[in-house]
């Protein structure tokens, strides 16, 4: 049984996002169930990444409302939610357990025993220095720190970008086994859907600032795609 | 992790399943006790909403029954289960027959090549080789 689907944990409402040089977002209006794992697809340079840090709080619309759990984003930090950056927002002095104890200090309801926890079922060494790590270790660490608070809406930005298949595995794994959806929503952008698909509940296709199409991917599997997701990917898109 | 689910059927389905079939082939016992849904979407590689409804399902259709607080059981009523494994035994033959109808194989064709085929010795009664076996997280 599928939880029931309550309140929005995130609703936008006429969104835009407009940079200086870069397209942006435009007139976004939609709303995203809680307690499910939601994907963020599209190609590169489309708009996922603007989307999450709007949700996040981070950036702010040039108009328009973004709601998370019903509560206006002001640019505050919120408990409630976590972020994990597409960037790497990793101090390279710090070891792996400095850096989580350094999040422990910054963000409030950090759980530095999960936290612990984390790290260890990702096999990171908690003496390794932040520099010296992989780009999938660096990956790893990141996903710990973001799992690592109770948040009831959960950011991922390209948790899997660039990294190798068995790094995705784990990532996937990770994510699967410290997951709360009965008190959280976990929202994935990625560009790479074949690795998230059996582990999404719906996913919203975002292409040149807009959103080309929402559907339940247990919709998309039964309607029979050639390739699944990336089959309807392909047809939102007109490709 | 197992064998990669179709993206061509929902995934419920498919993982459905295979659930049944470690319990026709007894790798999950009468009475015998699930993983966790959380143990199972991890197992699988899916989303534990996905297990969860898979879960509901089988209980649904009572070839699985939840004790509160202890977890979930594969019923021990025979009748179920025998209708379960005759109910797979059906849909694979129909797969198979529809698969070779389509190539123009006619009924006695088939039979008789699938005479020859167990005579032969193609074919192992024990025919357990997937190890991947949900049952033992």
């Known amino acids: 049984m599928t939880p029931p689907a309550p309140n929005p944990i995130v609703t936008f409402r006429h969104v ?8 942006g977002v435009t007139d976004l209006s939609f709303e995203w169930p809680a307690h499910r794992i939601i994907g963020v697809i599209g190609p590169n340079g ?9 949700a996040s ?21 919120r408990p409630e939610v976590a972020f994990l950056p597409d960037s790497d927002a ?18 409030p309801a950090f759980d530095t025993a999960r936290a612990r926890a984390l790290v260890d079922f990702l096999e990171l060494s908690p003496n390794t220095r932040v520099g010296a790590l992989s780009k999938g270790g660096k990956e790893r660490l990141k996903l710990a720190l973001t799992l690592a608070r109770p948040a009831s809406l959960v950011l991922l930005d390209e948790p899997l970008s660039g990294l190798d298949p068995l790094v995705r595995e784990s990532i996937v794994r990770g994510l699967l086994s410290f997951l709360d959806l009965e008190h959280q929503t976990i929202v994935l952008a990625t560009h790479e859907v074949a690795d998230v698909e059996p582990v999404l509940d719906e996913v919203v296709l975002v292409h040149r600032g807009r959103i080309q199409g929402a559907a339940s991917v247990e919709a998309i599997h039964a309607h029979g795609y050639r390739k699944g997701l990336v089959g309807w990917m392909a047809e939102a898109i007109g490709g | 992790m197992d064998e990669p689910f179709s993206p061509t059927k929902p995934i419920y389905l498919q993982l459905m399943e295979r659930i049944e079939k470690a319990i026709v082939r007894g790798d999950l016992a009468p009475g015998g006790k699930l993983p966790s849904v959380r143990e199972t979407a991890l197992a699988y590689g899916v989303n534990p ?12 259709q009572a070839i699985v029954e939840t004790r509160r607080g202890h977890g979930t059981f594969v019923t021990e009523d025979a009748d179920r289960l025998a209708a379960l494994r005759r109910s797979l035994l059906k849909d694979a033959i129909t797969a198979f027959v529809d698969g070779l109808t389509e190539m123009g194989v006619s009924s006695s064709e088939i ?22 076996d949900p049952a033992r997280p």
């Open chain 1, 57 to 77: 709080g981070l950036l702010h619309p040039t108009s328009g409302e973004v709601l998370v759990d019903g509560v206006p984003q002001n640019g505050r930090i």
């Open chain 1, 46 to 54: 489309g708009g996922k990444s603007t989307i999450l840090k709007l």
């Open chain 2, 111 to 132: 039979v008789h090549a699938l005479a020859r085929h167990l005579a032969d010795g193609h074919h192992t009664l024990e025919g357990g080789t997937d190890d991947h």
């Open chain 2, 49 to 60: 909403n996905t297990a969860q409804r898979v879960y509901a399902e089988l209980e649904r």
């Open chain 1, 90 to 107: 990793l101090y390279p002095f710090y070891t792996v357990a400095e850096m989580t104890a350094f999040c422990g200090g910054v963000f």
């Open chain 1, 16 to 23: 835009t996002k407009l940079y200086t040089n870069v397209p």
